[in-house]
């Protein structure tokens, strides 16, 4: 099918049902007996057993299985800042996801907002509905600030876009390693792309020797200007925290010069910003993961033609896909099970390290499971219970 055709079938079947997503009752309304049950005069019970014991909210109401995708539509996919209208089929699609792969009551809430304040104030306002908040498609680094505001509100609140895609990534590489039979402490790594992704995937990588993992020989996070480092001036506190850490020699310079002598490179950035010659620059047998959506900053057959032993892009068009639809319906499902009050790291390396080993004999063009894989969103939420402290 040609894009155009896929636009155009996209857009005929969001109009022909006015969006992805409905409401519908759990219980049927067929006597008279029912409505004075679930409204009045019998709802004054349920109200008043939760003013008795808040906490009992779980018990009694949609809460203990209701998740809010919220986006102020600043950084939607790769359309950038397109408003919360815009954003909307975006966050009905991720409602619809964990609706049907992890059987979650989930809402878009696509808001207006000036700034961090207005996200974080609008967030805490509406938490007591809510069992989990699922943050979505805001730039960076207003993002940051939002989720870091946001950790004791009494349920978790999770950015997808930064750790969903950072743990399925991690799944990624490392069943990238199994397959090539390359070692995760020899690796070279460049990230391409500084927003909430490439700080996430930084960071997952970087310390994962503190979970246990191996730890890579070298990262590097490179932006717009070049490599990411403590000496630089124009870089916002996010980035020079990242910096501080991975870039201690302060290297400078920019992508070509970061892609020499590198064994992997993810890029969460644009289109086309890898060229052919980058990727013939890296070690033998490069891996490539090209994930900027819709299109990726090189495409696989071109990465290929130049030695690049494992291709993988965000898009579920091509083969080999790391997508965080892999990862948050179980995350949330898990979430939601433990009714866990915030998310921790310990859970984010429990996700990435199921998703790799669920996937018995990774091969170079299927690295993870495909996403619709109810087995695995078990899986992944059985990991996120279970380590939760």
Do not use: W
């Given at each position: 099918m040609s894009n155009s055709d896929l636009q155009e079938k996209a857009l005929d079947l969001h109009k022909k049902h006015k969006g992805k997503i409905t409401v519908k009752s759990k219980i049927p309304q067929s006597e008279d007996e029912t409505f004075s049950l679930v409204y009045t005069p019998g709802v004054a019970a349920a109200s008043r057993k939760i003013a008795e014991d808040t906490n009992s909210v779980f018990d009694y109401?949609?809460?203990?299985?209701?998740?809010?995708?919220?986006?102020?539509?600043?950084?939607?996919?790769?359309?950038?800042?397109?408003?919360?209208?815009?954003?909307?089929?975006?966050?009905?699609?991720?409602?619809?996801?964990?609706?049907?792969?992890?059987?979650?009551?989930?809402?878009?809430?696509?808001?207006?907002?000036?700034?961090?304040?207005?996200?974080?104030?609008?967030?805490?306002?509406c938490a007591p509905?809510?069992?989990?908040?699922?943050?979505?498609?805001?730039?960076?680094?207003?993002?940051?600030?939002?989720e870091d505001q946001l950790q004791d509100i009494g349920i978790p609140v999770f950015h997808d876009d930064q750790h969903g895609t950072a743990v399925v990534v991690f799944a990624a590489l490392l069943n990238a390693c199994r397959v090539l039979g390359k070692k995760l402490?020899?690796?070279?790594?460049?990230?391409?792309?500084?927003?909430?992704?490439?700080?996430?995937?930084?960071?997952?990588?970087?310390?994962?020797?503190?979970?246990?993992f191996p730890?890579?020989?070298?990262?590097?996070l490179v932006d717009s200007k070049g490599i990411v480092s403590p000496s630089r001036t124009d870089m916002n506190s996010y980035k020079l925290k990242i910096a501080q850490k991975i870039n201690k020699e302060n290297k400078e310079g920019d992508l070509a010069f970061a892609?020499?002598?590198?064994d992997v490179v993810v890029g969460l950035s644009r289109p086309g910003i890898i060229t052919k010659q980058m990727i013939k620059s890296m070690n033998p047998d490069p891996i490539v993961f090209a994930?900027?959506?819709?299109?990726p900053e090189i495409m696989p057959d071109e990465?290929?033609?130049?030695?690049?032993?494992?291709?993988?892009?965000?898009r579920s068009d091509l083969p080999n896909q790391i997508n965080n639809a892999l990862g948050f319906p179980g995350i949330f499902r898990g979430l939601l099970n433990c009714r866990a009050k915030r998310v921790t790291t310990k859970m984010k390396y429990a996700t990435a390290k199921v998703l790799s080993e669920y996937v018995v004999s990774p091969k170079a063009d299927q690295l993870l499971s495909k996403i619709g894989d109810r087995e695995v969103v078990k899986v992944v939420a059985d990991a996120v219970s279970s380590s939760y402290e």
């Amino acid at each position: 099918m040609s894009n155009s055709d896929l636009q155009e079938k996209a857009l005929d079947l969001h109009k022909k049902h006015k969006g992805k997503i409905t409401v519908k009752s759990k219980i049927p309304q067929s006597e008279d007996e029912t409505f004075s049950l679930v409204y009045t005069p019998g709802v004054a019970a349920a109200s008043r057993k939760i003013a008795e014991d808040t906490n009992s909210v779980f018990d009694y109401t949609i809460k203990s299985n209701f998740v809010a995708v919220v986006s102020d539509g600043t950084a939607v996919l790769g359309l950038g800042n397109i408003g919360p209208e815009a954003a909307m089929p975006v966050m009905e699609g991720k409602a619809l996801l964990m609706s049907e792969l992890a059987g979650i009551d989930a809402v878009p809430l696509c808001i207006k907002a000036e700034n961090a304040d207005d996200i974080i104030r609008f967030v805490k306002q509406c938490a007591p509905t809510f069992g989990a908040i699922n943050l979505e498609d805001i730039a960076a680094p207003r993002c940051f600030e939002v989720e870091d505001q946001l950790q004791d509100i009494g349920i978790p609140v999770f950015h997808d876009d930064q750790h969903g895609t950072a743990v399925v990534v991690f799944a990624a590489l490392l069943n990238a390693c199994r397959v090539l039979g390359k070692k995760l402490n020899n690796l070279r790594v460049v990230i391409v792309g500084s927003g909430a992704a490439g700080i996430a995937v930084t960071k997952l990588i970087a310390n994962a020797g503190e979970a246990n993992f191996p730890q890579v020989a070298d990262i590097k996070l490179v932006d717009s200007k070049g490599i990411v480092s403590p000496s630089r001036t124009d870089m916002n506190s996010y980035k020079l925290k990242i910096a501080q850490k991975i870039n201690k020699e302060n290297k400078e310079g920019d992508l070509a010069f970061a892609l020499k002598g590198a064994d992997v490179v993810v890029g969460l950035s644009r289109p086309g910003i890898i060229t052919k010659q980058m990727i013939k620059s890296m070690n033998p047998d490069p891996i490539v993961f090209a994930m900027a959506n819709p299109v990726p900053e090189i495409m696989p057959d071109e990465a290929k033609e130049v030695g690049a032993a494992i291709v993988a892009t965000g898009r579920s068009d091509l083969p080999n896909q790391i997508n965080n639809a892999l990862g948050f319906p179980g995350i949330f499902r898990g979430l939601l099970n433990c009714r866990a009050k915030r998310v921790t790291t310990k859970m984010k390396y429990a996700t990435a390290k199921v998703l790799s080993e669920y996937v018995v004999s990774p091969k170079a063009d299927q690295l993870l499971s495909k996403i619709g894989d109810r087995e695995v969103v078990k899986v992944v939420a059985d990991a996120v219970s279970s380590s939760y402290e």
